[in-house]
């Protein structure tokens, strides 16, 4: 192909100098047809095909390339063909006696030409769109997925970031109190797709059957929902692309922290930073577009929402709530009764009536049980022979003064002694283990073994009194007299000498 400079010098031969066509060709050393095409154009135009290239071995299949590309569009991304096996069936199903190179280059083609094409959008303030990322963290000492929300405001592309252990309705409520606590205000509108969370059913014309708790939620902010079509991303293409954002600037290299509440103190701050910076193509920073949004804001800001699962149940004969596939304890006196479990974030709450009857920290095990051992302590009062056996005191850790206590006990009472053991766990009930844990020491200090003792030492310690333990008063608690060893004594032992 000849260059610029050539076309150039050719062209100021004749044009400028005045000489001919064949003269200046021959001075170039050209044919009288290129130098016409020079004087035409200014620059090398370049291989122009003068008609389609032909394919006589490819062109009777044509039509059946275009029947399976076509197809193709209402099967899953994942089993549509591939060029190769289109070529395959071509060979195989209709005598295609041709290469796989022209078939790969047609349907490529084909796919180019098919492609979607978007229309640039303008964004006004006061709109927001949602979606859910996911990433991997270590969260105190466990490598495991991390599901952030994302809350991003188009206009000014001011966002929001928070981390949470699944992608679940409270996590999806929880997100959106967050958000809205964070710059202060709801927006007008909120773009999302069609996650079970927020959609229960899309209709025959389109519109979306609202689940419960997006209801309520909704209902609490006054905000308007928008949903993206099914299957379509790009509708939202805002908070997608911030999804990706946030997964390569907060998230990279692996984030490490020793809990949810401080990755995402981290996640905030990165979203604060960010709102400094300025974008291509947008004048002034984000911080100080995301004033015009917060100026179309909702005002003001009602109280926060509840954001939690809630779930009737009934106790089972264990005294455990089932919820997400995880068993929690309650006390054993709502045994059987119908109780709401409400599922937090990180916490799972159980009431009976207008009476929250237990708290947990919420777990994300599959078929897990979370005991909380005081809830058994009335029953196992009354059934003392399962007191070694029993599941919820599995692993409680108390302090050593209550292993002496029990054996102590045990020693002088013998199955009375299990009980009244109980009953000195039972002040948990109602009393800090740290007062509790110095009552039972100091009781064993002062010989008196048993439980009235332990409750005096421990109302004495809380109501900063001395303690007045007149054995004479309680004639009936077991005394522990400690006498030093004498050498002598322990001689006369030995030598089977007795006084």
């Given at each position: 192909?000849?260059?610029?400079?050539?076309?150039?010098?050719?062209?100021?031969?004749?044009?400028?100098?005045?000489?001919?066509?064949?003269?200046?060709?021959?001075?170039?050393?050209?044919?009288?047809?290129?130098?016409?095409?020079?004087?035409?154009?200014?620059?090398?135009?370049?291989?122009?095909?003068?008609?389609?290239?032909?394919?006589?071995?490819?062109?009777?299949?044509?039509?059946?390339?275009?029947?399976?590309?076509?197809?193709?569009?209402?099967?899953?991304?994942?089993?549509?063909?591939?060029?190769?096996?289109?070529?395959?069936?071509?060979?195989?199903?209709?005598?295609?006696?041709?290469?796989?190179?022209?078939?790969?280059?047609?349907?490529?083609?084909?796919?180019?030409?098919?492609?979607?094409?978007?229309?640039?959008?303008?964004?006004?303030?006061?709109?927001?769109?949602?979606?859910?990322?996911?990433?991997?963290?270590?969260?105190g000492g466990v490598k495991r997925k991390i599901h952030f929300f994302t809350f991003d405001l188009p206009h000014s592309d001011a966002c929001f970031v928070v981390g949470y252990p699944a992608e679940t309705t409270e996590a999806f409520c929880d997100g959106h109190v967050r958000a809205f606590a964070f710059f202060g205000g709801v927006p007008q509108s909120i773009l999302y797709d069609n996650t079970r969370i927020a959609v229960a059913r899309i209709l025959g014309d389109g519109k979306r059957q609202r689940t419960r708790v997006f209801a309520e939620l909704q209902s609490h902010y006054l905000f308007e929902d928008r949903f993206g079509r099914p299957g379509k991303g790009n509708d939202k293409g805002k908070v997608e692309g911030l999804v990706g954002y946030a997964?390569?600037?907060?998230?990279?290299?692996?984030?490490?922290?020793?809990?949810?509440?401080?990755?995402?103190?981290?996640?905030?701050?990165?979203?604060?930073?960010?709102?400094?910076?300025?974008?291509?193509?947008?004048?002034?920073?984000?911080?100080?577009?995301?004033?015009?949004?917060?100026?179309?804001?909702?005002t003001p800001l009602p109280p926060p929402y509840d954001a939690c699962e809630k779930v009737a149940t009934t106790v089972s004969s264990l005294s455990l709530v089932r919820y997400r596939l995880n068993d929690y304890s309650v006390p054993t006196t709502y045994g059987?009764?119908?109780?709401?479990?409400?599922?937090?974030?990180?916490?799972?709450?159980?009431?009976?009536?207008?009476?929250?009857?237990?708290?947990?920290?919420?777990?994300?095990?599959?078929?897990?049980?979370?005991?909380d051992p005081l809830h058994y302590l009335a029953l196992l009062e009354q059934k003392i022979n399962a007191l070694d056996q029993a599941a919820p005191l599995a692993g409680w850790q108390l302090p050593e003064a209550f292993a002496t206590l029990r054996r102590l006990l045990e020693a002088r009472m013998g199955k009375q002694g299990k009980r009244e053991f109980v009953q000195v766990l039972r002040l948990m009930e109602v009393f800090r283990i740290d007062d509790v844990a110095a009552g039972v020491r100091d009781a064993i200090d002062r010989g008196v073994i048993g439980f009235d003792a332990v409750k005096h030492l421990v109302l004495c310690r809380i109501e900063r009194r001395p303690p007045r333990l007149d054995m004479s008063v309680y004639p009936y608690l077991p005394h522990a007299s400690v006498a030093l060893t004498s050498a002598r004594t322990y001689m006369d032992l030995l030598s089977g000498v007795t006084s």
């Open positions: 192909m000849k260059d610029v400079e050539l076309y150039r010098q050719v062209r100021h031969s004749v044009r400028i100098e005045g000489v001919s066509r064949r003269e200046t060709g021959r001075r170039f050393g050209l044919d009288p047809r290129t130098v016409a095409k020079m004087l035409a154009f200014s620059v090398p135009p370049g291989y122009r095909r003068s008609r389609p290239p032909a394919r006589p071995k490819l062109d009777p299949f044509v039509g059946i390339i275009d029947q399976i590309l076509e197809d193709d569009k209402g099967r899953p991304a994942k089993q549509r063909h591939t060029s190769k096996r289109i070529f395959e069936r071509l060979r195989d199903e209709h005598g295609y006696a041709g290469g796989l190179t022209i078939v790969k280059d047609y349907v490529l083609g084909q796919r180019q030409r098919q492609r979607e094409m978007f229309v640039p959008l303008v964004h006004p303030p006061g709109h927001a769109q949602v979606d859910f990322g996911e990433a991997v963290g270590i969260i997964r390569r600037n907060f998230l990279v290299p692996i984030p490490v922290f020793e809990s949810f509440e401080a990755l995402n103190a981290y996640l905030l701050e990165c979203c604060r930073r960010r709102q400094a910076e300025r974008l291509r193509g947008r004048e002034g920073t984000i911080g100080e577009r995301l004033e015009r949004d917060l100026a179309a804001f909702q059987h009764r119908e109780v709401l479990v409400r599922g937090y974030v990180h916490e799972v709450v159980i009431s009976c009536g207008a009476e929250t009857i237990a708290r947990h920290v919420r777990s994300y095990e599959r078929e897990d049980f979370v005991f």
